[in-house]
Nanobody
């Protein structure tokens, strides 16, 4: 079973940058896609960015042009470079692996953007 551990969250001022990382361990095989999601209290978890096994990327409209998803060559890690951060980006960010249709989640990392 895949285990995911996120890192890199924290407090940053609006306009600043953060880089989130997700390290995977365990039985890493047949990964269809890797992604980042975020959630604020009282709202549904939403997709932020995703990268498929073929390298195609997909972004939420709200982060296009500001966030960039990338993965390690060995596909054992995925990263999210977040630039020009806004207060509305404040959320808990979760790493996700789609392993043959089984979604695996990390524990989440808090990102707080102050105005």
């Amino acid at each position: 079973q895949v285990r995911l551990v996120e890192s890199g969250g924290g407090l940053v001022q609006a306009g600043g940058s953060l880089r989130l990382s997700c390290a995977a361990s365990g039985s890493i095989f047949s990964i269809n896609a890797m992604g980042w999601y975020r959630q604020v209290p009282g709202k549904q978890r939403e997709m932020v960015a995703q990268i498929t096994s073929g390298g195609n990327t997909n972004y939420a409209d709200s982060v296009k042009g500001r966030f960039t998803i990338s993965r390690d060559n060995g596909k054992s890690g995925v990263h999210l470079q977040m630039n020009s951060l806004k207060p509305e980006d404040t959320a808990v960010y979760y790493c996700n692996f789609d392993q043959r249709g089984l979604w695996v989640w990390g524990q989440g990392t808090q990102v707080t953007v102050s105005s």
